[in-house]
Every structure is written in C-alpha cells, then in structure tokens.
C-alpha cells in the first residue's frame, strides 16, 4: 500500500515505535508543506492511503467543560 504523511516538519515520525507496524508499505513521509493546489495533488497522485490531522480546536475538548 502507498501511504502519505504529510507535514511531519521535524522527522520525527520515523522515530516512534509505532512507525514499524507500517513496514512493508511505501511510506512517504513529507517535511514540509506544499500549499499549491496542484503540486499536492501531483505528491498525492499514486496515494492509497492518507491521514489527516484534525485542528485542534476540533479535537481537543473544551477548556469551558
């Protein structure tokens, strides 16, 4: 399976333990951020496989609870 990280700006991905449950799939970890429509949907193109991080005023619960 070809998977996309994207943004992961420090590397650090690689580094945790759980990136091991993706070996034998073909990770592409990116580092920086593309913000032209059209380069991210060439990056994107032969992807099967992508994960989006929530904002976090979306995934984090309220201060206000």
């Keep these: 399976m070809r998977i996309s990280i994207l943004d992961d700006y420090f590397d650090t991905l690689?580094?945790?333990?759980?990136?091991q449950k993706l070996k034998g799939h073909?990770?592409?970890v990116w580092n920086d951020h593309v913000q032209d429509t059209d380069a991210l949907a060439a990056r994107l193109k032969?992807?099967?496989?992508?994960?989006?991080?929530p904002p976090c005023s979306n995934a984090c619960p309220s201060s206000n609870s």
């Design 26 to 28: 073909d990770v592409a």
């Design 46 to 53: 032969d992807t099967e496989c992508q994960k989006f991080k």
């Design 14 to 19: 690689r580094t945790l333990s759980c990136f």
